[in-house]
């Protein structure tokens, strides 16, 4: 490898998001050089301005791509499909794209990066166990009560290390050119089934209720979301999480060789860190 190649960071497109943060301190550990692609990075990265793309790019080695909010939004594909042939056109042709499982949005997006001759690998990946201790539903979590307008539908959720650690290896082992992993945990839960694993672990009183659509949307408002992510939000909830994904699949063991983490597992860990307050 030459010293050029050598020192050319990996860019990593949503780098203190929720998996983008866990690649580049990954990368980092390994001594590679890594470039943070986000608004307030050095080289400012933007999915919404264009002119930020191209400074973003230059000299990278490779990419990894997380779209912002989600490749769920109306028009995500496009918006992709142009970063990746002007990436390929630059010269960067290493794309691995963080995509979601059950979303025509995200499939097209997927389309979209082969398309343009990239040097690709697809992670498909499952609802993240971290939404319910680093995101929106945390403090759901903290307050008792998860109440989301989904019904009994399993869902195996997927741990945002397991992505990670797909991610760096799909960056930097070309054996996972052309692939697609179909990211997911070893089993199927209820969202009312992780709040009770979470409720055992924690020792908090934790419990999930379903409501309707409409209560969900009122709150959403009532919290000052916008409306573009209102109308996504009920998107994921409504469609995705209509039991077209209640189903394992090996893309963690097929990228990695090793089993995916288990949700009993993450919600232990987490407990044990606090994240979820004060037991009782």
Not at 85 to 114: I, Y
Not at 116 to 130: E, H, K, Y
Not at 207 to 217: L, Q
Not at 225 to 249: M, S, W
């Amino acid at each position: 490898m030459s010293s050029e190649i050598a020192n050319a960071p990996f860019l990593i497109l949503g780098g203190t998001g929720k998996t983008g943060r866990r690649v580049a301190g990954r990368l980092a550990a390994r001594g590679l050089p890594v470039r943070i692609g986000s608004r307030n990075a050095a080289r400012p990265f933007d999915w919404e301005d264009r002119s930020t793309w191209a400074t973003a790019l230059k000299g990278a080695r490779a990419v990894y791509v997380s779209y912002h909010p989600d490749l769920a939004a109306p028009g995500a594909a496009e918006i992709v499909g142009n970063f990746a042939r002007l990436a390929v056109g630059m010269g960067v042709k290493r794309l691995v794209l963080l995509s979601g499982r059950g979303e025509p949005e995200a499939q097209r997006a997927e389309q979209a990066v082969v398309a343009a001759g990239a040097d690709w690998t697809v992670l498909r990946c499952s609802w993240f166990m971290q939404n319910f201790s680093e995101s929106f539903l945390l403090d759901a979590v903290l307050s008792g009560e998860i109440a989301l307008p989904v019904g009994a539908v399993g869902e195996p959720f997927v741990d945002a290390d397991d992505i990670a650690d797909a991610a760096v290896a799909a960056l930097i082992d070309d054996r996972h050119i052309g692939q697609l992993y179909e990211l997911t945990g070893p089993r199927l839960l209820s969202f009312s089934d992780a709040a009770a694993e979470i409720a055992a672990a924690s020792g908090r009183d934790v419990r999930f209720i379903e409501i309707m659509p409409a209560d969900f949307e009122a709150g959403l408002a009532a919290a000052g979301l916008p409306e573009d992510l209102i109308a996504l939000l009920l998107v994921l909830f409504t469609e995705v999480l209509d039991g077209r994904n209640a189903h394992v699949a090996g893309g963690v063991e097929r990228a990695l060789g090793r089993p995916a983490r288990d949700f009993s597992d993450f919600a232990r860990t987490v407990a044990a860190s606090g994240a979820w307050g004060d037991t009782k």
